[in-house]
């Protein structure tokens, strides 16, 4: 298909669009300039982040009125997430204007009762469909089906009107919140889920664009009013988790520590060794992992910016991988060895570019709430947390903890947050206070965990990575009450991490503190416990799960 065209405007990760549609077997060609939008026979504008720093890159690049007259001209069109918010009339989120092609505006998520952004895999319900006598050229759903889930991340959201009603396709449910998940009317289509971080079940929503008309008659259709679930119907997510770095070779192998130590304790000593990243990650998105999170814990001192060996994980990676990819370690100002300095908000564009949908950062966001409270807790706007978040969206910014227990003997010797835990400390104390560590848990700091995770909240990030140095490598379970601590503190979602070595352990994390995912690496890279293993018992236990994608394209 030569016609077919991408509108990119800067938004981050289009790679694994593109990756996606390759894999269908079409080629694609990105829009340059304004005129390239009329030559288009088929149009897909993604996007990702915040609605104004979107819609003041399509003014500023010239590409907003000739976007208008093309969706005007009847060519098919599909937007994917801020693509899609960006036709309507404009977004709570900014005084930016949007193209006004769909009455209303987006709105935030009520906070009060759940996390935001609503991020994770979650279902539709259609309602719209072809009457019993229609006829049409394009599947009128475009591969939506309501039992599958699909990629959601976003903190705004449009609603349904009477105003709007007659383009909305699907609907979502977050909580007890009703919004737009799909719009089709004519020659326009557009999701807020992201279809190609949705698995096999979203490329299918690629192909059914690429392969029909992309127009439907509305005369066909017939609507029905969406039907609010008793339950929430957004899914608990399943990561796995690869400790990535350099062993003595110079080779980039996936390793997992004992309490962060990722040497043998036998033998020579060596890194330990469990595989090649991309075909480890391409193994556990075909066993159902929801998520892949790469952390880089290698520092590549003396690499250019765009010589970093993680930048080329990150590409093979996404070639054949359709879930959203994290990448922690190294997101910091980086100096090449010819003295060019490189802002970690550059460092992130260039993941995100090679594939990335999230960055994680660890020690500079202990350093960023620091600086923080010295402030009095006025926001810089200059922070790697800011500077990105603004870019690419609090979704995109993940925080990524690394805290271990100081003991006391009563709440009132320290004046840091502390918890009751069930592990006694070395002298039977029962109270701890959580630490924050920096330098991959070799530095401690005068800082715990919740002023850490309070602050970055307001600094823009989007979600936490909640690691426990103290059960790291022990199959012990998950860190339950610091975990229940954080989730308390924040409103946004929270990643359990370190401990898990049994499938009841992660039903137990998401029933006992609430948290919106969890993450595991060991017991997944051996082969202890599959992926499909937890799966099938989290789901046996009443806690919803995104099923295995079982897709045929």
């Given at each position: 298909?030569?016609?077919?065209?991408?509108?990119?405007?800067?938004a981050?990760?289009?790679?694994s669009?593109?990756?996606?549609?390759?894999?269908?077997?079409?080629?694609?060609?990105?829009?340059?300039?304004?005129?390239?939008?009329?030559?288009?026979?088929?149009?897909?504008?993604p996007?990702?982040?915040?609605?104004?720093?979107?819609m003041?890159s399509?003014?500023?690049?010239g590409?907003?009125?000739p976007?208008?007259?093309?969706?005007?001209?009847?060519?098919?069109?599909?937007?994917?997430c801020?693509?899609?918010q960006?036709?309507?009339?404009?977004?709570?989120?900014?005084?930016?204007l949007?193209?006004?092609?769909?009455?209303?505006?987006?709105?935030?998520?009520?906070?009060?009762?759940?996390?935001?952004?609503?991020?994770?895999?979650?279902h539709?319900?259609?309602?719209?469909?072809?009457?019993?006598?229609?006829?049409?050229?394009?599947?009128?759903?475009?591969?939506?089906?309501?039992?599958?889930?699909?990629?959601?991340?976003?903190?705004?959201?449009?609603?349904?009107?009477e105003?709007?009603?007659?383009?909305?396709?699907?609907?979502?449910?977050?909580?007890?919140?009703?919004?737009?998940a799909?719009?089709?009317?004519?020659?326009?289509?557009?999701?807020?889920?992201?279809?190609?971080?949705?698995?096999?079940?979203?490329?299918?929503?690629?192909?059914?664009?690429?392969?029909?008309?992309?127009?439907?008659?509305?005369?066909?259709?017939?609507?029905?009013?969406?039907?609010?679930?008793?339950k929430?119907?957004?899914?608990?997510?399943?990561?796995a988790?690869?400790?990535?770095?350099?062993?003595?070779?110079?080779?980039?192998?996936?390793?997992?520590?004992?309490?962060?130590?990722?040497?043998?304790?036998?033998?020579?000593?060596?890194?330990?060794?469990?595989?090649?990243?991309?075909?480890?990650?391409?193994?556990?998105?075909?066993?159902?992992?929801?998520e892949?999170?790469?952390?880089?814990?290698?520092?590549f001192?003396?690499?250019?910016l765009g010589?970093?060996?993680?930048?080329?994980?990150?590409?093979?990676?996404?070639?054949?991988?359709f879930?959203?990819?994290?990448?922690g370690?190294?997101?910091?100002?980086?100096?090449?060895?010819?003295?060019?300095?490189?802002?970690a908000?550059?460092?992130?564009?260039?993941?995100?570019?090679?594939?990335?949908?999230?960055?994680s950062?660890?020690?500079?966001?202990?350093?960023?709430?620091?600086?923080?409270?010295?402030?009095?807790?006025?926001?810089?706007?200059t922070?790697?947390?800011e500077?990105?978040?603004?870019?690419?969206?609090s979704?995109a910014?993940v925080?990524?903890?690394?805290?271990?227990?100081?003991?006391?003997?009563?709440?009132?010797?320290?004046?840091?947050?502390?918890?009751?835990?069930?592990?006694?400390?070395?002298?039977?104390?029962?109270?701890?206070?959580?630490?924050?560590?920096?330098?991959?848990?070799?530095?401690?700091?005068?800082?715990?965990?919740?002023?850490?995770?309070?602050?970055?909240?307001?600094l823009?990030?989007?979600?936490?990575?909640?690691?426990?140095?103290?059960?790291?490598?022990?199959?012990?379970?998950?860190?339950?009450?610091?975990?229940?601590?954080?989730?308390?503190?924040?409103?946004?979602?929270?990643?359990?991490?370190?401990?898990?070595?049994?499938?009841?352990?992660?039903v137990?994390?998401?029933?006992?503190?609430?948290c919106?995912?969890?993450?595991?690496?060991?017991?997944?890279?051996?082969?202890e416990?599959?992926?499909?293993?937890?799966?099938?018992?989290?789901?046996?236990?009443?806690?919803?799960?995104?099923p295995?994608?079982?897709?045929?394209?």
């Open positions: 298909m030569s016609g077919l065209y991408m509108l990119d405007y800067g981050g990760n289009v790679r669009l593109v990756n996606a549609i390759n894999h269908l077997g079409y080629d694609i060609t990105f829009v340059k300039d304004p005129s390239d939008i009329p030559k288009a026979e088929k149009l897909i504008f996007g990702v982040g915040d609605f104004g720093f979107a003041r399509l003014r500023s690049k590409y907003a009125e976007l208008k007259a093309y969706i005007a001209s009847g060519k098919p069109f599909m937007g994917i801020v693509g899609m960006s036709l309507f009339e404009g977004s709570d989120e900014s005084e930016e949007g193209l006004g092609v769909i009455p209303g505006k987006t709105a935030k998520f009520d906070s009060s009762s759940k996390a935001v952004p609503h991020m994770g895999w979650n539709s319900q259609l309602v719209k469909s072809l009457k019993a006598d229609g006829k049409s050229g394009q599947d009128v759903s475009f591969g939506i089906e309501e039992e599958k889930t699909y990629y959601f991340v976003h903190s705004y959201a449009a609603r349904v009107n105003r709007n009603k007659e383009w909305v396709l699907a609907t979502g449910q977050y909580g007890d919140e009703i919004f737009i799909a719009v089709q009317k004519d020659n326009v289509f557009a999701t807020q889920f992201h279809p190609e971080k949705s698995g096999y079940a979203g490329v299918r929503i690629l192909q059914s664009f690429l392969t029909g008309t992309g127009v439907v008659d509305q005369s066909q259709l017939v609507f029905k009013e969406p039907v609010l679930s008793e929430d119907t957004l899914t608990k997510r399943i990561i988790c690869l400790d990535v770095r350099a062993n003595d070779n110079g080779d980039l192998v996936v390793t997992k520590g004992d309490q962060y130590d990722v040497r043998e304790t036998e033998g020579g000593n060596d890194v330990r060794n469990l595989g090649k990243p991309v075909d480890l990650a391409r193994r556990y998105f075909e066993e159902g992992a929801d892949i999170t790469f952390l880089n814990i290698t520092s001192r003396n690499c250019p010589d970093l060996p993680m930048l080329e994980v990150l590409k093979r990676t996404s070639e054949t991988v879930v959203p990819l994290t990448i370690g190294g997101i910091r100002d980086v100096t090449d060895p010819d003295g060019t300095v490189h802002p908000f550059e460092v992130a564009g260039e993941y995100f570019r090679s594939g990335a949908d999230k960055v950062i660890g020690s500079d966001a202990v350093y960023c709430a620091e600086n923080f409270y010295k402030s009095g807790g006025k926001l810089t706007g922070t790697a947390i500077t990105i978040a603004e870019a690419y969206g979704q910014v925080i990524s903890v690394d805290p271990r227990r100081v003991y006391v003997k009563d709440p009132s010797e320290t004046t840091h947050h502390t918890v009751k835990n069930s592990k006694l400390g070395p002298n039977g104390e029962q109270y701890c206070w959580y630490q924050c560590t920096v330098m991959g848990g070799r530095e401690g700091r005068d800082m715990d965990v919740i002023q850490l995770v309070t602050a970055c909240e307001k823009g990030a989007g979600e936490i990575l909640l690691n426990c140095m103290d059960r790291d490598g022990t199959n012990s379970g998950f860190e339950l009450e610091l975990i229940n601590s954080v989730r308390q503190a924040v409103s946004i979602p929270v990643i359990a991490s370190s401990g898990a070595g049994r499938v009841e352990d992660f137990e994390v998401f029933e006992e503190t609430g919106e995912a969890a993450l595991a690496a060991g017991i997944f890279h051996r082969h416990v599959p992926i499909q293993a937890v799966k099938e018992f989290v789901k046996q236990s009443g806690v919803p799960v995104r295995i994608d079982t897709t045929i394209l």
